[in-house]
């Protein structure tokens, strides 16, 4: 199963790309973080985040995209922002018929350390291992993107996975 994780973000974009053979049979296809600057006009930061995505989907042919959903208390500007790279993210899913779903940070940290309460550098050590990297990848943008594709083929192998 081939997966694409997004960490969404308008200025920092977490994209990753993994093939999952099994429960111990992993490996990382692709990953980046896609910048844009809050100096830039929205248009042409959705539209890079776009094609980015879309560049991805049609390269690697995920059977899955997977996004982290985010959750805001007291942030309305930043989710407002953070929304508008997830609508892209979900457009280019759309176009390219991949089908999307979203995990929360509890639910990452459940897959991948076995239990809810890890902190974000366990989670990225467990990609390390699980992918068989060298290095404990990063930015921290680019780890998260690879924990939500690791998440989704766990819950997807399990058959409780659920289409946003």
């Known amino acids: ?89 979900l457009v280019a899913a759309f176009e390219a018929g991949v089908p999307a779903y979203a995990y929360g940070p509890m639910q990452v940290k459940q897959a991948l350390a076995g239990h809810g309460h890890a902190g974000k550098e366990e989670v990225a050590l467990m990609v390390r291992g699980i992918l068989g990297l060298r290095e404990t990848p990063g930015p921290s943008h680019l780890a998260d993107a690879l924990a939500i594709a690791l998440t989704h083929a766990f819950y997807a192998r399990l058959g409780v996975a659920k289409p946003l």
């Open 1 to 89: 199963m081939v997966v694409l994780g997004v960490d969404p973000g308008i200025t920092h974009l977490g994209l990753g790309v993994v093939e999952v053979r099994g429960p111990q049979k992993a490996r990382l296809l692709h990953g980046e973080v896609v910048r844009t600057s809050a100096r830039e006009r929205a248009q042409e930061r959705v539209g890079r985040i776009h094609a980015r995505v879309k560049e991805a989907l049609l390269a690697f042919r995920p059977e899955a995209l997977a996004v982290e959903e985010q959750f805001f208390y007291r942030q309305n500007e930043l989710a407002y922002k953070v929304g508008w790279a997830l609508g892209a993210v």
